[in-house]
């Protein structure tokens, strides 16, 4: 008897020892969680928040603006008048436009584009306009004419005038005839890009003179040659003419209507001469006295 309360003491206390050791040892992840610290709201007199960095143009900003010559701000505030040559989503290549050299500058430090004025050219129909002020001033001018002669013009403004001297009648008559023509108007440019292109309305007079006419003294057989004018006509004309920047001058002139106002010796007598024949005379002092086409050069 005293055996077995004996053994069950034992027992007793060895369910006992366990028990407290197994409580001893229990696993800390089975405790509760550590609450979170409750949050403040921010004081009044706290500094803001830091502004986000700039990020740059967009690539649809970009593709508007193409190669136009633009002032782009930086965020270093520094101000570049460039071309935008290309782009990748970090970085710009820029072409500076006083100095030509490319540069590379981050996207992101890009505050501003602004496209700066562009000259607009003319239309492509519009004649283009050569500047006045680069054009040197030409006036008078020294040619050679056909009919073959000896050409002297003036030209200001929109005033012309001109003095020709033929030289194929007195060549041919061993100086007998020496036709003669002069005369003004004016000359009207054709043309804003050209402004020495211009279309002469001249009024002329052409004289033909006889250097070797004859004159009898009284009582004898005894002669000398006196210079006499037998034919003076006078009329209107009209002309083209050009001058190159280099003074070269090209031009022409044609008879278009006129009248033989004094005749000498060339039909009977002058008072007898119909009007067809003044007008014919005319037209043939014309041809032999006037500048017809001329080349010369412009001082």
């Not at 193409?66 to 040559?85: K, N």
């Not at 970090?90 to 500076?96: C, G």
């Not at 584009?113 to 040197?136: F, G, K, N």
Request: net charge neutral; proline share 11%.
């Amino acid at each position: 008897m005293s055996t077995f309360r004996l053994l069950t003491v034992s027992a007793c206390t060895s369910l006992c020892l366990w028990a407290s050791v197994a409580t001893a040892q229990e696993p800390q992840a089975l405790a509760s969680p550590p609450l979170p610290p409750p949050q403040l709201p921010p004081s009044p007199l706290a500094p803001p928040p830091a502004p986000t960095p700039p990020r740059g143009p967009s690539d649809l900003e970009l593709r508007a603006i193409g190669q136009s010559p633009v002032s782009i701000q930086m965020a270093d505030g520094a101000l570049l008048s460039c071309q935008i040559m290309t782009s990748d989503p970090t970085t710009l290549v820029l072409r500076l436009s006083s100095t030509g050299q490319i540069i590379s500058v981050p996207r992101a430090q890009v505050l501003q584009i602004t496209v700066q004025q562009q000259y607009a050219p003319p239309p492509a129909d519009a004649e283009p306009v050569m500047p006045l002020s680069t054009t040197r001033k030409r006036h008078f001018g020294m040619a050679l004419s056909i009919v073959p002669g000896l050409a002297l013009d003036l030209d200001v403004g929109m005033f012309r005038a001109f003095a020709n001297l033929g030289i194929v009648l007195p060549l041919a008559t061993s100086g007998e005839f020496l036709p003669i023509s002069m005369g003004a108007g004016v000359g009207i440019p054709l043309s804003k890009s050209r402004p020495t292109l211009k279309l002469d309305v001249m009024g002329y007079v052409t004289i033909l003179v006889d250097a070797k006419d004859h004159s009898y003294s009284y009582g004898g057989s005894n002669y000398k040659l006196d210079p006499v004018v037998n034919n003076v006509s006078a009329g209107v004309g009209l002309g083209l003419h050009y001058t190159w920047q280099n003074g070269l001058t090209l031009g022409g002139m044609v008879p278009i209507l006129g009248y033989a106002a004094y005749l000498n010796d060339f039909v009977g007598t002058d008072s007898t001469a119909s009007i067809g024949q003044r007008s014919a005379l005319f037209y043939l002092a014309s041809a032999a006295s006037l500048p017809l086409f001329y080349l010369g050069y412009r001082f």
